[in-house]
């Protein structure tokens, strides 16, 4: 299994030491997301990545179809794939926090599956008809791996049957991975791909501590977000005990998409404990706890059939979560 880390830019000198920090460490990627009303420009922050590294892949983690035109996007991760060497990766989801901060929706899935077939023609230099008109990046010749991230049953089984990998942020225990990389296998056969052609990366919320609930209490504002984001919509088909449900609807009306992922005493951090989620989000979407809990949790993610675990480090001691893991999961694993 491979290894990634999603580093929030709000600091473009500390992103190139993290990105490098994390490279030393045996990490194989480094992503960022893009939200433009919370942190620095994505292109510009890959930018400091690829220059600071030699060896890791990276890419969005992810970007959305509504503030990227296709042929912006796709300008904007060749150029970081030829300023790395080859090393740039795409990753898309339907939109998180930089649309909502917009007032904005998330994308349809017809118009999310229009954009990633638009880009894999534009990365390879070609024209392509899009939303009734023909677009174009000539100057591109790119085989940039296409990731889109993921959680319901029709997105994930949509990403079985164009992705490259899909970032599954539908949960970390053994049940709910079983039941999404059935959903990527299944789009895979319906659009006739060999089964595996989508790679499986599973995201998750993470932070290393001496004591269980420390590691978990700092990062109680990150399991809100994954309940919000993961659970929106719908719960059809998305694993989520009765007896919670109630409550996981509550979340939705009450995250304030304009703290998204802020450390701190936010009304987000308030929220799991509020509304009794803690427990459940932190074994659904973390793997948060000691160095050895760490690590069993990362062989369970591996044993499910994962090919690539991507950690978002958000903690007061950033640099120390990202050394922490590296050395005693990574290394160990």
């Known amino acids: 299994m491979n290894f990634g880390v999603s580093l929030v830019p709000d600091d473009l000198g500390e992103l190139a030491t993290r990105a490098k920090m994390a490279e030393d460490l045996g990490f194989d990627y480094v992503g960022v997301p893009d939200s433009q009303s919370l942190w620095p420009e994505l292109y510009v922050s890959l930018g400091v990545i690829a220059s600071a590294t030699e060896r890791v892949h990276l890419g969005p983690t992810v970007t959305n179809p509504l503030t990227r035109h296709p042929a912006v996007a796709a300008s904007g991760i060749a150029s970081i794939n030829r300023l790395s060497g080859g090393r740039a990766y795409f990753g898309i989801g339907s939109g998180d926090s930089a649309i909502l901060n917009l007032g904005l929706r998330p994308a349809k899935l017809a118009d999310l599956h229009e954009y990633m077939q638009a880009m894999r023609t534009l ?10 008109r023909s677009i174009h990046v000539k100057w591109s010749n790119n085989q940039i791996p296409l ?3 993921a959680e319901g049953p029709r997105t994930l089984a949509m990403a079985g049957g164009i992705a490259d990998a899909v970032i599954v942020h539908s949960g970390l225990t053994k049940d709910v991975l079983a039941d999404t990389i059935a959903r990527i296998r299944e789009g895979e056969r319906a659009a006739g791909r ?3 052609s989508t790679k499986v990366w599973a995201f998750a919320k993470c932070n290393i501590s001496d004591n269980h609930d420390d590691a978990i209490d700092e990062i109680k504002m990150a399991l809100a977000a994954s309940g919000h984001h993961a659970f929106r919509h719908t719960l059809e088909g998305k694993n989520v005990p009765e007896e919670l449900q109630e409550a ?4 939705q009306g009450e995250y304030v998409t304009s703290e998204h992922e802020q450390l701190g005493e936010t009304r987000n951090r308030a929220l799991s ?3 009794g989620l803690t427990d459940f989000l932190a074994e659904r979407f973390a793997v948060a706890g000691t160095p050895d809990e760490c690590l069993a949790k990362v062989q369970d993610i591996r044993d499910a059939g994962v090919d690539n675990l991507l950690i978002l480090a958000i903690s007061s001691q950033t640099d120390d979560l ?3 893991f590296g050395e005693q999961v990574i290394a160990r694993i």
Not at 248 to 251: A, G, I, K, Q
């Open 194 to 196: 060999p089964e595996g």
């Open 322 to 324: 990202i050394r922490r």
């Open 123 to 132: 990365l390879a230099g070609e024209s392509v008809d899009y939303k009734g």
């Open 248 to 251: 996981v609807r509550v979340l």
């Open 273 to 275: 404990d509020e509304l």
């Open 147 to 149: 990731v889109m991230s």
